[in-house]
């Protein structure tokens, strides 16, 4: 393999699982994350272990301009990108009246703003050379209303919205789009947002497993891809559509609750 890829939110969870199946593949990466100690020990590991080419970028993509510098070094670099993996994404727990702003108002920055322009700035030069992959880390949050992360899980509605939009439009091309969409996963994420103390979390699969389903989904060029839900996750999922939507609330609220 030849092709490059550019994972956000790299330094750790599904996004260095990823860096790790991709490089392992022999293809080169340009890893995108904030903590540049993490990136540095990834990309010399990859580097060493596999003997492919990684770069990386330190920033933190919710700063003003952080997208466009990012853009712009790898354009400096004469870089082709030809996976564009939006892994990068945080969620956070609690009533959302009672929660800092500061932190909602990142979250979607993150989860959505940052999201779609590395989509837009991107997907151009893909379609201009009529080839290219995009795979947009959604969640099966996106799915539902999350009482107790209403904000996240609404940042995620719009991940797969948008990604699965974007996926009809280019239609005609050989450009696609994916959405990951997982349940409940081994990352930072749950220490993170608090949600490792709920009954969500109790049963959660590897970040490695995930990784796994999303980029052999991406490579196939799939609308999404479900992965890492329980077999009583999924048999709730399956019955979402056609359950009262005032019972999914409460019952997603008891499940984010923290015990």
């Given at each position: 393999m030849n092709k490059?890829?550019?994972?956000?939110?790299?330094?750790?969870?599904?996004?260095?699982?990823?860096?790790r199946i991709h490089a392992k593949r022999g293809g080169k990466l340009v890893l995108v994350a904030r903590r540049e100690a993490k990136l540095q020990e990834l990309a010399q590991q990859l580097n060493s272990k596999f003997g492919v080419q990684v770069d990386y970028i330190v920033q933190d993509l919710t700063a003003t301009e952080a997208?466009?510098?990012?853009?712009?070094?790898?354009?400096?670099?004469?870089?082709?990108?030809?996976?564009?993996?939006?892994?990068a994404g945080f969620g956070g727990h609690g009533k959302f009246h009672e929660r800092e702003w500061e932190n909602d108002a990142a979250m979607i920055q993150l989860n959505i703003v940052v999201l779609t322009q590395l989509t837009r700035l991107f997907l151009p030069n893909m379609l201009q050379r009529n080839d290219g992959k995009i795979l947009n880390v959604s969640s099966t949050a996106s799915l539902i209303p999350g009482p107790l992360q209403a904000v996240y899980f609404a940042t995620k509605a719009y991940v797969t919205s948008f990604s699965n939009a974007i996926y009809e439009e280019l239609h005609d091309s050989k450009v696609t789009v994916t959405a990951l969409l997982p349940g409940a996963t081994e990352t930072e994420f749950g220490a993170i947002s608090g949600m490792d103390k709920t009954e969500l979390?109790?049963?959660?699969?590897?970040?490695?497993?995930?990784?796994?389903?999303g980029y052999n989904g991406m490579l196939e060029g799939k609308l999404n891809v479900i992965s890492g839900l329980t077999l009583d996750q999924k048999i709730m999922m399956a019955f979402t559509p056609f359950?009262?939507?005032k019972l999914i609330l409460?019952?997603?609220?008891?499940?984010?609750?923290?015990k």
């Open positions: 490059t890829a550019l994972i956000t939110g790299a330094s750790s969870g599904i996004g260095k699982e990823i860096a997208v466009q510098r990012v853009y712009s070094e790898v354009q400096e670099k004469g870089i082709t990108i030809d996976y564009l993996i939006n892994n979390f109790k049963r959660s699969a590897s970040a490695q497993s995930v990784a796994k389903d359950t009262p939507k409460k019952q997603i609220r008891k499940m984010q609750e923290i």
